[in-house]
């Protein structure tokens, strides 16, 4: 079974603190990606990473950076976090097949 | 650029009855891939079905089916013999399915949640 964990299952953390959200799967899967979910707007990509060092921007990168320095880890990173931050966040990988597989998720809520 | 639309936020079922969750969808893409996912309230998306654009026959995974009709653009997801466990938010997912990395991104719509009554 393919497995992707993320580091906490919730997190509080104050404005302008510099948070990290750790993904790591353990499927040798060359694709990662993080998104963020809203109540009533789904689920929105933030960035996509295809292979170790890249990345690309999904939809709603503004105030986030990622991190992919070995194959089975990918983090996101907020260098500020916000209060409009305040949100779920889902970390996925993908292999040959067509499915995304996610982990837990992230809860978390910026004060 | 690609939409999905789930115009049912909420829908009920009686135990063991079957139920229909709609999904419609946008695409300019002739070569594109339906995804639908469940999410408990633990938060973990579990992938349930899949079905692509050029694929003759409906998908089915047990008690799941995907009634895709190409021509109305929808994709809606059957669950038949409805369990208490089937209580959970679904979400209909798209990608188109030309090769390259950029293109694995999934576009998802804003979910139905489904409330199973004993």
């Known amino acids: 079974d393919v497995k992707v964990t993320q580091s906490s299952r919730y997190l509080v953390k104050r404005t302008g603190e510099k948070v990290f959200l750790e993904c790591v799967q353990d499927?040798?899967?060359?694709?990662m990606f993080w998104y963020r979910q809203d109540p009533g707007l789904g689920l929105r990509l933030i960035y996509f990473?295809?292979?170790?060092?890249?990345?690309e921007k999904g939809d709603i990168p503004e105030g986030y950076s990622v991190s992919r320095e070995k194959k089975e880890r990918f983090s996101l990173i907020l260098e500020s976090a916000s209060t409009n931050q305040t949100s779920m966040y889902l970390c996925?990988?993908?292999?040959?097949?067509?499915?995304?597989?996610f982990g837990p998720g992230t809860r978390l809520t910026v004060t | 650029a690609q939409k999905i639309t789930q115009t049912q936020p909420g829908m009920f079922v009686q135990e063991k009855e079957a139920v229909t969750l709609d999904c419609t969808y946008d695409?300019?893409?002739?070569?594109?891939?339906l995804f639908w996912y469940k999410q408990p309230s633990s938060g973990e998306m579990i992938f349930l079905i899949y079905?692509?654009?050029?694929?003759?026959q409906n998908a089915t995974e047990g008690r799941y089916s995907l009634n895709f009709q190409k021509a109305r653009k929808s994709a809606n997801l059957v669950i038949s013999a409805s369990q208490l466990g089937d209580s959970a938010m679904y979400f209909c997912?798209?990608?188109?399915?030309?090769?390259?990395?950029?293109?694995?991104?999934?576009?998802f719509g804003k979910g139905t949640k489904l409330s199973v009554i004993p």
């Open positions: 996925a990988s993908k292999g040959s097949s067509y499915e995304q597989y």
């Open positions: 499927m040798d899967h060359e694709n």
């Open positions: 990473s295809y292979d170790v060092k890249m990345k």
């Open positions: 695409t300019s893409d002739p070569s594109y891939g």
């Open positions: 079905q692509g654009s050029y694929d003759q």
């Open positions: 997912a798209m990608r188109d399915l030309y090769s390259g990395a950029g293109s694995y991104q999934l576009t």
